[in-house]
């Protein structure tokens, strides 16, 4: 999994953590109107922004060297997988030599993949929160099952018959009128998922050794 996916799905979890926002993020009265046209919306955000993160990765980030350095890890851990499995003492004693060397590979790695994040991070807090909740209501699309498949209520993608109930009592924010609606950070997420891999391969971003 692209780290950028990591990213948005930890966002994601993030944006559900309780204090760390007011309610459920959206607007009750929306500047786009509509499911489709919220959904369409949604998505052509999540496709800039892919966009952007996957700029910012070519311009500071040298691929080249990225994906050699992940081709020379897997190359040996395959190669120390395999000396396990054939108990060969011998290779395994010389691959181990390389130990503290392929550690501080996997170091620069991280640091390599982590990089864009010091660009890319304070943008998309911002648009979450300063941004996306003016353009979209609480809800832009429906799922036809439960998307909710985390245990509890920490991380809901969906509308619940409990949120939907909650709706309607006063003081509450009018969230759900339908079980399994989409949250809108929801539907971005997983459009952003959609669109990540395409976007990196056309910008050449990718982080496959083949």
């Known amino acids: 999994m692209e780290l950028n996916i990591i990213f948005s799905f930890l966002n994601s979890i993030f944006l559900q953590i309780p204090g760390l926002s007011s309610g459920p993020l959206g607007s009750a009265n929306p500047l786009v109107k509509g499911m489709i046209a919220s959904a369409f919306g949604i998505v052509g955000i999540s496709i800039g922004l892919n966009l952007f993160n996957a700029l910012i990765k070519r311009k500071i980030v040298d691929n080249n060297k990225l994906k050699r350095l992940m081709k020379e890890t897997k190359t040996w851990q395959k190669e120390r997988m395999a000396a396990f499995r054939a108990k060969d003492q011998e290779k395994i004693d010389q691959l181990s030599k390389k130990s503290a ?5 996997n170091m620069e790695l991280m640091q390599m ?72 950070w929801a539907w971005y997420f997983l459009s952003s998922i959609s669109f990540s891999g395409i976007i990196m391969r056309l910008t050449k971003t990718t982080m496959d050794t083949d």
């Open 101 to 105: 060397y392929m550690n501080k590979m």
């Open 113 to 184: 993949n982590m990089r864009p994040m010091m660009y890319t991070f304070v943008p998309l807090i911002l648009i979450f929160y300063f941004v996306l909740p003016h353009l979209f209501a609480y809800t832009v699309a429906i799922s036809p099952i439960d998307l909710n498949f985390v245990p509890g209520n920490f991380f809901q993608l969906t509308c619940t018959a409990e949120k939907v109930a909650e709706s309607i009592v006063a003081g509450h924010p009018h969230a759900c009128n339908h079980v399994n609606e989409m949250y809108f």
